[in-house]
């Protein structure tokens, strides 16, 4: 059974800075990625960031490029997300996922149609 956990979300001014952590455990796939996503109310789901668990490799969406930096821990069952210079349309729910398996891995797939395991999210609201 594989469950994540998403903390560190909250309220903060424009120009402010939040960092988000998830642990997950039950995930047994080698080789994989993690990400975060987010979804304001009325709009899609947007991949945020992501990160390959064995080269570290990074991307991001466009909407938060330089201000947000996507890191995994030692034990690569937690991931990261530091937000900063936040604005007021980075205000969503943000999820941490892991995929069903490699192929959702791939930046294409991962930023367009990702599916894998979600965390409940955590609220992050800039004013």
């Known amino acids: 059974h594989v469950q994540l956990v998403e903390s560190g979300g909250g309220s903060v001014q424009a120009g402010g800075s939040l960092r988000l952590s998830c642990a997950f455990s039950g995930y047994t796939y080698s080789g994989h990625c993690m990400g975060w996503f987010r979804q304001a109310p009325g709009k899609e789901r947007e991949g945020v960031a992501r990160i390959a668990t064995d080269s570290g490799n990074t991307y991001y969406a466009d909407s938060v490029k330089g201000r947000c930096t996507i890191s995994q821990g030692n034990a690569k069952n937690t991931v990261y997300l530091q937000m900063n210079s936040l604005k007021p349309e980075d205000t969503a729910m943000y999820h941490c996922?892991?995929?069903?398996?490699?192929?959702?891995?791939?930046?294409?797939?991962?930023?367009?149609?990702?599916?894998?395991?979600w965390g409940q999210g955590t609220q992050v609201t800039v004013s």
């Open positions: 996922a892991v995929p069903y398996g490699g192929f959702w891995c791939i930046v294409s797939r991962f930023f367009a149609d990702f599916e894998g395991y």
